[in-house]
């Protein structure tokens, strides 16, 4: 099992950065695979990043290749999402997931463990 807490949520200017990490507990996290999905108001939880077991291969959305960067520490059992350039835009819920495998996905439902999120706000 694999429990998961986001911070660094908070609300920037357009153009601002933000760091978010996601802490994991449980002696599992080195097998996990992770992503960092979003949900906006009145919208669908859509994929961020993801980043696979080891860290070596990444997957950005569209909306934020070269704004946004995916990386973990498994000695420190925590991934980080990095955002520059804001927009607002990317003002949404973030969560943190994790699923059993060496390889990472896109698909939400695909992912074994969430946390709670961590609210972005971006103002114009």
């Known amino acids: 099992q694999v429990q998961l807490e986001e911070s660094g949520g908070g609300s920037v200017q357009a153009g601002g950065s933000l760091r978010l990490s996601c802490a994991a507990s449980g002696r599992t996290f080195s097998s996990c695979a992770m992503g960092w999905f979003r949900q906006g108001p009145n919208k669908e939880r859509e994929v961020v990043a993801a980043i696979n077991r080891n860290g070596g291969t990444t997957y950005y959305a569209d909306s934020v290749k070269g704004r946004f960067t995916i990386s973990r520490d498994n000695a420190k059992n925590t991934v980080y999402l990095q955002m520059n350039s804001l927009k607002p835009e990317d003002t949404a819920v973030y969560y943190c997931?994790?699923?059993?495998?060496?390889?990472?996905?896109?698909?939400?439902?695909?992912?074994?463990?969430w946390g709670q999120g961590t609210q972005v706000t971006v103002s114009s």
């Open positions: 997931a994790a699923r059993f495998s060496i390889t990472y996905s896109t698909l939400p439902s695909h992912y074994n463990y």
